[in-house]
């Protein structure tokens, strides 16, 4: 008889250790992270606040750090939390018995971080959104479209941004982004 593995599986990172670097833009792979997307009315804000360790932006194009952990504002009522330690988010809002949805996306999700001068003009050969400092300052986030694909964008500093989209769209994104950092 076959001895089975009593291992539990591992899920490798996606695309790990592909770079890009460009004169004006580098787009690299964002180490792994562990993702929350998170569903709840007005009245549960505090009490989900509370337990994340920061506030929950309420605001269009928002986010809130503390830790290594974003709290990004997709909605009246839709959060993506990130947390780049890995840490157990869902399990951090168990005690929490207000009204929540709260689903660990972060098997779905792959993220990018594309950085240098050229970085929001890399971003805008596929993402019509305005990304001038003006309009989309540091600390912005919204749910756009890159190319074909949807994604949600991070601005992390004024030259740099995470892009957070779906795992089977991650060759697509990289691809694109490393091309379009190549022109920026």
Not at 161 to 170: H, K
Request: one cysteine or more; hydrophobic letters at 45%.
């Amino acid at each position: 008889m076959p001895t089975v593995n009593a291992e539990p599986a591992t899920r490798r990172p996606i695309l790990v250790g592909r770079q890009t670097a460009a004169p004006n833009a580098t787009v690299t792979v964002a180490p792994p992270a562990s993702r929350l997307s998170l569903r709840a009315p007005s009245e549960s804000v505090a009490a989900l606040s509370s337990a994340l360790g920061l506030t929950l932006p309420t605001k269009p194009k928002t986010t809130a750090s503390a830790n290594a952990r974003h709290a990004l504002w997709l909605g009246p009522d839709e959060w993506l939390v990130i947390d780049e330690t890995g840490a157990d988010l869902a399990a951090l809002l168990k005690p929490v018995t207000t009204f929540h949805s709260a689903v660990d996306v972060s098997h779905r999700n792959a993220a990018f971080v594309v950085s240098g001068k050229g970085a929001a003009t890399a971003i805008n050969a596929g993402c019509p959104q305005d990304l001038s400092l003006a309009a989309f300052p540091a600390g912005a986030a919204s749910r756009t479209i890159l190319h074909k694909i949807e994604i949600v964008l991070f601005r992390t500093g004024d030259d740099e941004f995470r892009v957070e989209c779906w795992r089977s769209f991650a060759d697509y994104a990289f691809t694109f982004l490393t091309e379009a950092a190549r022109d920026a």
